[in-house]
């Protein structure tokens, strides 16, 4: 993943930012509801209990 250092300079930058900071419970609980849809469901995907995971849509498999 990029990994690069912000310098907005504001008080609450966390100064470096990574591509797998979506995978930090803290990251997550203080961004919630502002994730691009991907990543929420990146999320989503690791953090719901397996019989909580929506299902594949049977028309977006190969047979």
Request: hydrophobic share 30%; with cysteine; charged share 20%.
């Amino acid at each position: 993943f990029i990994t690069f250092d912000c310098q907005c300079g504001t008080p609450s930058c966390r100064r470096r930012m990574s591509g797998s900071d979506w995978k930090l419970s803290q990251l997550q609980e203080r961004y919630a509801g502002w994730f691009a849809p991907h990543v929420a469901r990146l999320i989503a995907s690791v953090t719901e209990p397996v019989g909580n995971q929506p299902t594949r849509d049977a028309s977006l498999t190969r047979d």
